[in-house]
């Protein structure tokens, strides 16, 4: 396969092959703990997808076969969050987590090696997850002084159930793919070697689907478990149809024409 890339960045690789995007940690050396740059150049990645209508997929993935990501770089974790080159303490991987869920396109998480900390969160919150047979997964948070008890916690449960959830982050143990696998924590498992490969060949299944329907299934799971913010999602999706309809632009055009509204011309479904 082969990648171009996007764009250039320092702490991430932004590449495509075809509609496919690939956006990958890229501090290998750290096993791709994640500093609040390493944030905001996803984001800024991740907001690309979001516009492009050339793109129909993302995949997420860390540099190298060590890890997927070992979560907050906590060398650089000061006094209320991760700080950066601005000296400001943050925690914008929250922020990524939830453009994850909201952006209308399936993203998929590829884990080889670990998969920790906020960055297991990060797998998490994609849509899909496919890992090799190398990756391990766990959550280290009350170990060194962390937790994330957003999607880290009530999400988590409600993949893998409460019991689960609450061992996983009491104890802190690390879990194998097929361990994960067998838990519904993640999608797929398949040697290192396969990985992308495997994680192409979903992608190219997916494609070839309507992303219409895509948008709406997944704005769907997050109504369900997002509460109100989950149903904004979906109701904006509603609303982006709506106004490709000409009942939607009848109300349009007839404020812009000053004059009344002839919504009766316009069928009413059962
Ligand atoms: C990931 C794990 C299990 C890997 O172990 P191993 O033995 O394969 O590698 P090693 O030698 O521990 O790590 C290689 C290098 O990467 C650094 C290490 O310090 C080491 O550096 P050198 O000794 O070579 O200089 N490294 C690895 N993870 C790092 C990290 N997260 N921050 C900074 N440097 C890191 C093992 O490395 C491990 O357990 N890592 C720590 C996992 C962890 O606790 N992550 C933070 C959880 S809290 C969080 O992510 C979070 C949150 O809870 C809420 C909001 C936002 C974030």
């Known amino acids: 396969t082969t990648w171009t890339s996007i764009k250039s960045y320092q702490e991430i690789l932004f590449e495509r092959t075809g509609k496919i995007a690939k956006i990958t940690m890229n501090r290998p050396h750290k096993r791709n703990a994640f500093t609040p740059l390493t944030v905001a150049e996803m984001i800024d990645a991740f907001t690309h997808c979001r516009d ?76 899909l997850t496919i890992a090799a047979d190398n990756a391990r997964f766990g959550q280290t948070g009350p170990k060194v002084g962390s937790f994330d008890a957003g999607y880290g916690s009530g999400y988590l449960a409600r993949v893998i159930g409460h019991k689960r959830a609450k061992e996983v982050w009491f104890l802190g143990h690390f879990y194998t793919a097929q361990e994960a696998y067998e838990m519904n924590w993640i999608n797929k498992v398949v040697p290192l070697k396969q990985l992308e490969e495997a994680t192409l060949e979903w992608c190219h299944e997916i494609l070839k689907k309507s992303p219409t329907a895509l948008r709406f299934i997944k704005a769907a799971m997050n109504a369900d478990t997002d509460g109100l913010a989950g149903l904004q999602q979906f109701a904006g999706d509603a609303t982006m149809l709506f106004y490709t309809t000409d009942e939607g632009k ?12 002839n919504f009766g011309q316009f069928p009413t479904f059962p």
């Open 52 to 127: 492009d209508a050339s793109i129909g997929v993302i995949i997420l993935a860390g540099a190298g076969d060590e890890a997927f990501s070992s979560g907050g770089d906590q060398s650089i974790r000061g006094n209320g969050g991760y700080v950066g080159t601005d000296n400001i303490p943050r925690l914008n991987v929250l922020d990524l987590q939830h453009l994850i869920r909201i952006i209308p396109k399936p993203v998929i998480a590829m884990v080889a090696g670990w998969s920790v900390g906020g960055g297991n969160i990060l797998q998490l919150v994609c849509d």
């Open 250 to 261: 009848e109300g349009r055009d007839a404020f812009n024409e000053k004059r009344e509204p």
